[in-house]
Structures are given as C-alpha cells and as structure tokens.
C-alpha cells in the first residue's frame, strides 16, 4: 500500500527520469507529473502501447534546467498504477507541467490541469 504523503514537500536531490518523472531521495516513490505525457526516452516505447511521438532525450533537458532553476516544490495528489506519486510539481512558482507544454517537450493527458496562457 503507498505510503500517505504530506500536501506539499521539497524534494531533495531532484534526478530526472525523462520529460515528465523525477525522483526525489526524501520520498518513497518516483514522482510523475500530473496531466502531461513527455515523449519516451529511446528504447521505451514498448509494442502496443500508447506513446507520445517526439525527442524524449530532449523532453527530458528541458526538464533538466527547469529542475536546475530552484527549489522542486512537490504537491502529491495520489498514486497512479505503478504506485508513482502523482504530483503537481513547481520551481519558483511555475508549475513544471505547465512549462513543459509551453516549450512543447510534453503534451496534455490524463488529467486536466490549468495552465497560464504563454505569450
């Protein structure tokens, strides 16, 4: 059974996964990105599943430097199937799923999330 989590959390020592999961060493399960979906990384995308087209090694820098920019602030919302920490996630106040569809290295999936128009 996953472990119940705090509303929100710094995650220590962020290691990105790909484009739309990263893990933290405080918390007890990878963390995926609520209501984007990031281009596998090569290698992933197994026969008969649903993947999203694109460069995942480079939805997955993107991800680096936003990490890089602050402090990974983690607001979890559940768990998903595989026992991953859905969670919204943020640096600086900018909510990382939102980022990442801004500069088009993830797209919209699985669950609607509010996001600020980009200009």
Do not use: F
């Not at 790909?18 to 984007?36: E, F, H, Q, W």
């Not at 979890?76 to 919204?88: C, E, H, M």
Request: aromatic content about 4%; hydrophobic content about 40%.
């Amino acid at each position: 059974m996953p472990t119940a989590l705090p509303p929100a959390i710094i995650c220590e020592r962020p290691w990105v996964s790909d484009g739309d999961t990263l893990s933290c060493r405080n918390l007890p399960a990878r963390v995926r990105m609520l209501g984007i979906d990031a281009p596998e990384l090569p290698g992933h995308c197994n026969a008969g599943r649903r993947c999203t087209p694109g460069n995942g090694a480079a939805s997955k820098r993107v991800l680096i430097g936003l990490v890089r920019s602050g402090p990974v602030l983690v607001k979890p919302q559940g768990y998903d199937r595989y026992d991953r920490i859905l969670a919204r996630v943020s640096v600086n106040g900018v909510d990382l799923s939102c980022a990442m569809l801004a500069r088009k290295a993830a797209v919209r999936r699985y669950a609607m999330i509010a996001c600020p128009k980009v200009r």
